[in-house]
């Protein structure tokens, strides 16, 4: 957008501030079928008495007079209803009437003690689930000969608990279920071969690289592979009606493939669709999407048939990342309107925040020897983390198990980050013409708290516009596994604990690629310098996972890589993150004089992202050498 260099720095907030509105209008429009589908949010009540929130999408088609379909939707671990929004528009768009809760200890739902968490499904209405299944049931302008549920990975637990729950208080409710990359129960509690979903219909979307669910057992009893599952004991009793395996006819289960048969005088069906998928795909992948849709308008009367593969989810998808492009640069432009004013007028960008000419040749050998030491460090602090057992435990304190993961990570990367910065300085960079003035980090008390204040006002602004996309629009600016949501106020007190982990972190990368490294490495232009550092942060998190599971797809089996079997599988979430964070940072330097105000920025929204869409829990649960550390 070079026309904006033109602009003074009010219009360029102008600018981004309607350029926001117009993406979240549009998303918001999408998200609605444009006015088709209502959507509001509800507070239920377990058995227990805990408060679980549910966003309900109701198409127009939906009445009294003539009632619709439901399907309760449940999100999977550690996210929240938000993340699965799609799900809740493309099958709207059907004429369902669709249910996502939050689970017990996610987004909007109460936060519980461990006790009520981690008893059984009966204590906490499966996560909350039933809760929305039994509020189905109460709605004139749902039919409640039929109502489903469904649910990624552990919404999909979360979906066969409801099932045994509906048997149990003898509901009736529930007439179909389908599981998105989550295992199926295949025998009962005496360990058997059954069929526990009855008369119910039944289909899964099995993720032939699924490291968490889909390990069947062979003739033998002993644990297959994901990829050997088609041809396991456990998938041909499944789709023989939860007969022994040697009823079923055939080698192994056909995907595609719709098995019919009857159950209690009613003829039901059990159908697997396969993809060559990971198991997080199916949060942000169409093809899973358009499965969900097929099966639900294959097994109850769909009011708008429409097929699964026709989808508004792209669209609502680039929508999103727009509207939180905007985001960012109301951030960036603000900070450059906030330090035009006479009062701030100090931190105003001057001839530190430009590219310094590329370096000697000595200078070049430090700055790459520094930049491959980070990478290597970057590998090695995560490995620990998992190692030591970090990555598994949680307590009163500490109560976001992922974000114990992720603030420890950012954490010692920060230190790392700082350490080799000074280090550089102090051997080359004061040698070389380097002073702490031209880095931007000799300043005053009084330009430090002005600082603190540009940065506060500017992430206050961020936080005024999620809260009116989300309440307003109902929209989140979301993509994949993350999104930008207004913090529960149960999670404040938790926001407080991680953010001094990533305000280190922040300052750290702030101050290594506006300071230590700003730089040009030859005669790059600087959006090719900026597109740099944002690779080679993301290099570890990337590296981490194509390797572990490009040996999970080898071998079968979960290799022990990085510090355990699961560390691949939580890099993912950092791949988008990192390069994100330093661009932002690249260019919030740009519009002051000082590495203070990006870094603040950058690690008050990191940790307001990693905490607003986590799994809360408090309680004590350790997994190794880190039950001795973390309080």
């Not at 589908?37 to 309900?56: C, F, M, P, W, Y």
């Not at 570890?540 to 194509?546: G, S």
Request: glycine share 8%; aromatic share 14%; charged share 15%.
């Amino acid at each position: 957008m070079k026309f904006l260099k033109k602009l003074s720095p009010v219009k360029c907030l102008v600018f981004a501030l309607v350029f926001t509105l117009i993406f979240t209008a549009l998303s918001s429009a999408i998200l609605h079928d444009w006015g088709n589908i209502g959507i509001s949010d509800v507070e239920l009540q377990t058995a227990a008495g805990n408060k679980v929130v549910a966003r309900v999408y109701k198409p127009d088609s939906a009445t009294a007079e003539s009632p619709a379909p439901a399907v309760v939707f449940t999100h999977g671990l550690t996210v929240n209803k938000e993340s699965y929004a799609q799900y809740g528009l493309e099958l709207a768009r059907r004429g369902f009437v669709v249910i996502t809760p939050d689970m017990l200890n996610h987004g909007d739902s109460e936060v519980t003690d461990a006790g009520t968490y981690l008893a059984p499904y009966t204590v906490s209405d499966a996560y909350g689930a039933f809760a929305a299944v039994r509020y189905a049931g109460t709605l004139d302008y749902v039919d409640k000969a039929q109502i489903g549920v469904a649910g990624h990975s552990a919404g999909g637990q979360a979906s066969n608990n409801c099932v045994r729950l509906d048997d149990a208080e003898g509901t009736g409710l529930i007439s179909a279920i389908y599981l998105v990359s989550s295992d199926p129960v295949y025998t009962d509690e005496e360990g058997n071969w059954a069929n526990i979903y009855g008369a119910r219909d039944f289909g899964v979307y099995y993720t032939l690289y699924d490291h968490v669910y889909f390990s069947g057992v062979g003739p033998d009893g002993a644990k297959l592979p994901a990829q050997q599952w088609l041809g396991s004991e456990s998938a041909k009793s499944l789709f023989a009606f939860g007969q022994d395996p040697s009823e079923f006819e055939g080698d192994a289960v056909v995907p595609g493939h719709t098995y019919v048969g009857e159950v209690d005088g009613q003829q039901v069906i059990r159908r697997v669709n396969a993809a060559e998928e990971i198991h997080p795909k199916p949060q942000g992948g169409s093809n899973a999407l358009a499965a969900v849709c097929d099966f639900f308008q294959d097994v109850f009367e769909a009011p708008h048939y429409i097929v699964g593969q026709s989808q508004h989810f792209v669209m609502l998808t680039v929508s999103n990342l727009l509207g939180l492009l905007g985001v960012l640069m109301c951030c960036v432009f603000g900070v450059g309107c906030l330090t035009r004013l006479k009062f701030f007028e100090s931190l105003r960008a001057g001839e530190n925040a430009v590219l310094r000419p590329a370096p000697d040749k000595k200078g070049k050998v430090w700055f790459w020897v520094l930049t491959v030491l980070n990478c290597v460090f970057a590998f090695c602090s995560i490995s620990a983390i998992f190692f030591l057992g970090f990555g598994y435990c949680c307590s009163t304190v500490w109560a976001q198990q992922t974000s114990n993961i992720y603030a420890l990570w950012a954490l010692l990367n920060g230190i790392f980050m700082l350490i080799t910065s000074f280090v550089s300085y102090a051997l080359y960079g004061r040698k070389n013409g380097a002073t702490m003035e031209n880095w931007g980090l000799k300043i005053s008390l009084k330009n430090l708290f002005k600082s603190i204040l540009v940065a506060l006002a500017a992430c206050a602004g961020v936080f005024a516009i999620v809260w009116v996309a989300n309440n307003l629009f109902r929209v989140d600016y979301h993509y994949y596994l993350w999104g930008l949501k207004n913090i529960p106020l149960e999670n404040l007190g938790v926001f407080f604990v991680y953010l001094p982990m990533y305000l280190v972190f922040g300052l750290a990368v702030s101050i290594a690629v506006n300071s230590a490294y700003h730089c040009k490495i030859g005669k790059e232009p600087e959006w090719v310098n900026d597109l740099f550092f944002a690779a080679m942060n993301t290099i570890p998190a990337l590296a981490i996972t194509v390797i572990g599971y490009y040996l999970y797809a080898q071998s079968g089996l979960k290799p022990f890589v990085f510090g355990s079997t699961y560390t691949f599988t939580y890099t993912i979430n950092a791949i988008p993150v990192f390069p994100v964070a330093v661009i932002l940072i690249r260019r919030l330097f740009k519009k002051c004089n000082n590495p203070y105000i990006p870094g603040i920025i950058a690690g008050i929204l990191l940790c307001w992202l990693q905490v607003s869409c986590s799994f809360t829990l408090h309680a004590d649960m350790y997994y190794g050498p880190a039950a001795a550390f973390l309080p």
